[in-house]
């Protein structure tokens, strides 16, 4: 199994920046796909961005132009970089790996870390 460590959230005010990082336990070029989601309480997970081993970037639309993906290989870790932060981005957010796994695909989710945007 993959393993996933979340680092970087606290508490930002509105306007404020913020970079989650997101380290993993092997080589990410192995890992098919890496992300970022978010849960706020009451709320269903929702997908923030991903990254493809490829170097291939997806973004939601409540974080498009806000948000940046990126990635170290040399530290196998993922950044998230989050500007003009607003309460609505107030949630925990949880890094997200799939890879393949001998002929079956697996997936790893890190802890979460906890991201507030208040003031």
């Known amino acids: 199994q993959v393993q996933l460590v979340e680092s970087g959230g606290g508490l930002v005010q509105p306007g404020g920046s913020l970079r989650l990082s997101c380290a993993a336990s092997?080589?990410?070029?192995?890992?098919?796909?890496m992300g970022w989601y978010r849960q706020a309480p009451g709320k269903q997970r929702e997908l923030v961005a991903t990254?493809?081993?490829?170097?291939?970037?997806d973004y939601a639309d409540s974080v498009k132009g806000r948000a940046t993906i990126s990635r170290d290989s040399a530290k196998n870790t993922v950044y998230l970089q989050m500007n003009s932060l607003n309460p609505e981005d107030t949630a925990v957010y949880y890094c997200?790996?799939?890879?393949?796994?001998?002929?079956?695909?697996?997936?790893?989710w890190g802890q979460g870390t906890q991201v507030t945007v208040s003031s």
């Open positions: 092997r080589s990410i070029f192995s890992i098919t796909t």
């Open positions: 997200y790996g799939r890879y393949w796994r001998g002929s079956r695909w697996d997936e790893s």
């Open positions: 990254i493809t081993s490829g170097g291939t970037t």
